[in-house]
């Protein structure tokens, strides 16, 4: 799906931190943290919101009153004269809300799109489904995240089964798989380096109004302190399997978002720090039961939509939530392990779903500023073996 004159100002991209599930904002609605970190994050970039056109809403966990979200979010945002489309994909949700925006960006000759995403992992809902023909008329009952994270329904297995089949194919080893996410891990911590200079582009804080005042997240919450030693201690999560609880990521909550317009605006409201074009997304499922492949295949059909080789994109970020995922990206496209991820990864810092790719896309625009500018790609993977991509250049 390839797009033209569809802009994001590189400075109106933004992602809060992300907080491990139950933790410090286990009780905050998805949707008030949806409202609380993009209208700061507007605020801060001094972005005039009365440009807005429309809004688009990504979320994949029901919250209260979520029917309403997308008009009810930008009328606590102030935009009580719009709303827009509640776009729901799994981890793939990101990419499908930017290919949602840039395509009505194109069908109304360049308007502006506020896209903002946000999921939270704790406190799953529960869910009660009437049932006639139960006795009695007795409800079933479904816990919306548990229940979700322990099997795909077609397969009836986990995701790291998905994970465990992809690392048999590959030929993927434990070592390999602990190496992998070691690398991922120092990649993440050279991000922290100069007080965090590099985050602080474009993490936007979570503020949590309480009893006794206020309390700031500006920080990732529940990175784990990995280490070679640490890793190998580790018990495999199936039996005689290559995956432990090291080399997948954790399920957490957040929020990211982004202005999606036209090329002639986006200069204007970026202010002289560079502009990023959407070339194309890609959309891909791979064999039952190998989600980690997706990703690889939905690169391609992006590539091939914007007419680019591989040899022609600087760096890569993924949402990575087994390091299988990057070893196989880097096996069937032979991309350098080293130049993915270069500030770090949903393997690392967790892993909220709808806000997930946002914040990866994010980190993808600093990383080529970085290196002054070019081609870059997004590619992540999303439950029922589905995968999505997104090539984007960075340029002034």
């Given at each position: 799906?390839?797009?033209?004159?569809?802009?994001?100002?590189?400075?109106?991209?933004?992602?809060?931190?992300?907080?491990?599930?139950?933790?410090?904002?286990?009780?905050?609605?998805?949707?008030?943290?949806?409202?609380?970190?993009?209208?700061?994050?507007?605020?801060?970039?001094?972005?005039?919101?009365?440009?807005?056109?429309?809004?688009?809403?990504?979320?994949?966990?029901?919250?209260?009153?979520?029917?309403?979200?997308?008009?009810?979010?930008?009328?606590?945002?102030?935009?009580?004269?719009?709303?827009?489309?509640?776009?729901?994909?799994?981890?793939?949700?990101?990419?499908?809300?930017?290919?949602?925006?840039?395509?009505?960006?194109?069908?109304?000759?360049?308007?502006?799109?506020?896209?903002?995403?946000?999921?939270?992992?704790?406190?799953?809902?529960?869910?009660?489904?009437?049932?006639?023909?139960?006795?009695?008329?007795?409800?079933?009952?479904?816990?919306?995240?548990?229940?979700?994270?322990?099997?795909?329904?077609?397969?009836?297995?986990?995701?790291?089964?998905?994970?465990?089949?992809?690392?048999?194919?590959?030929?993927?080893?434990?070592?390999?798989?602990?190496?992998?996410?070691?690398?991922?891990?120092?990649?993440?911590?050279?991000?922290?380096?100069?007080?965090?200079?590099?985050?602080?582009?474009?993490?936007?804080?979570?503020?949590?109004?309480?009893?006794?005042?206020?309390?700031?997240?500006?920080?990732?919450?529940?990175?784990?302190?990995?280490?070679?030693?640490?890793?190998?201690?580790?018990?495999?999560?199936?039996?005689d399997g290559v995956i432990?609880?090291?080399?997948?990521?954790?399920?957490?909550?957040?929020?990211?978002?982004?202005?999606?317009?036209?090329?002639?605006?986006?200069?204007?409201?970026?202010?002289?720090?560079?502009?990023?074009?959407?070339?194309?997304?890609?959309?891909?499922?791979?064999?039952?039961?190998?989600?980690?492949?997706?990703?690889?295949?939905?690169?391609?059909?992006?590539?091939?939509?914007?007419?680019?080789?591989?040899?022609?994109?600087?760096?890569?970020?993924?949402?990575?939530?087994?390091?299988?995922?990057?070893?196989?990206?880097?096996?069937?496209?032979?991309?350098?392990?080293?130049?993915?991820?270069?500030?770090?990864?949903?393997?690392?810092?967790?892993?909220?779903?709808?806000?997930?790719g946002m914040r990866a896309?994010?980190?993808?625009?600093?990383?080529?500023?970085?290196?002054?500018?070019?081609?870059g790609l997004f590619a992540?993977?999303?439950?029922?073996?589905?995968?999505?991509?997104?090539?984007?250049?960075?340029?002034?």
């Amino acid at each position: 799906m390839k797009f033209n004159d569809v802009f994001i100002p590189a400075p109106l991209l933004w992602s809060s931190p992300f907080i491990r599930w139950q933790g410090q904002a286990a009780d905050i609605s998805s949707m008030d943290l949806a409202v609380q970190v993009t209208r700061d994050a507007l605020q801060q970039r001094q972005f005039d919101a009365t440009e807005v056109d429309q809004l688009v809403f990504g979320s994949t966990i029901p919250q209260h009153n979520s029917f309403y979200a997308p008009p009810w979010i930008a009328a606590q945002l102030g935009l009580s004269n719009i709303g827009g489309p509640l776009i729901s994909q799994a981890c793939a949700t990101a990419v499908a809300c930017l290919a949602s925006a840039a395509a009505a960006n194109s069908l109304s000759g360049g308007s502006t799109q506020l896209v903002v995403t946000a999921d939270r992992t704790s406190n799953g809902p529960l869910m009660v489904y009437p049932r006639s023909s139960g006795m009695g008329g007795a409800p079933s009952t479904e816990h919306w995240v548990l229940q979700s994270f322990a099997a795909d329904p077609w397969t009836g297995e986990s995701m790291v089964h998905t994970a465990e089949a992809t690392a048999r194919d590959g030929g993927f080893s434990r070592t390999q798989c602990d190496e992998l996410t070691l690398l991922r891990f120092n990649q993440y911590q050279s991000a922290l380096k100069n007080e965090r200079e590099a985050q602080k582009r474009y993490l936007q804080p979570i503020v949590i109004t309480q009893r006794k005042g206020r309390l700031v997240l500006d920080a990732d919450e529940g990175v784990a302190d990995y280490s070679t030693e640490g890793l190998a201690r580790l018990k495999p999560a199936l039996p005689d399997g290559v995956i432990t609880s090291g080399a997948q990521t954790h399920p957490a909550d957040g929020s990211a978002g982004a202005v999606v317009t036209s090329r002639e605006n986006a200069r204007r409201m970026a202010s002289g720090l560079g502009v990023v074009e959407i070339l194309s997304v890609g959309f891909a499922r791979a064999e039952k039961g190998r989600m980690p492949k997706a990703p690889a295949i939905a690169a391609q059909k992006a590539l091939l939509s914007a007419g680019l080789a591989m040899s022609e994109v600087k760096t890569i970020t993924t949402h990575n939530p087994f390091a299988v995922n990057d070893l196989w990206l880097h096996q069937a496209t032979g991309f350098a392990l080293e130049k993915m991820n270069p500030l770090g990864c949903s393997l690392i810092y967790g892993h909220p779903q709808a806000p997930t790719g946002m914040r990866a896309i994010a980190e993808l625009v600093q990383a080529l500023r970085m290196q002054g500018g070019g081609v870059g790609l997004f590619a992540g993977c999303a439950a029922g073996d589905m995968g999505a991509a997104l090539v984007l250049r960075l340029s002034e």
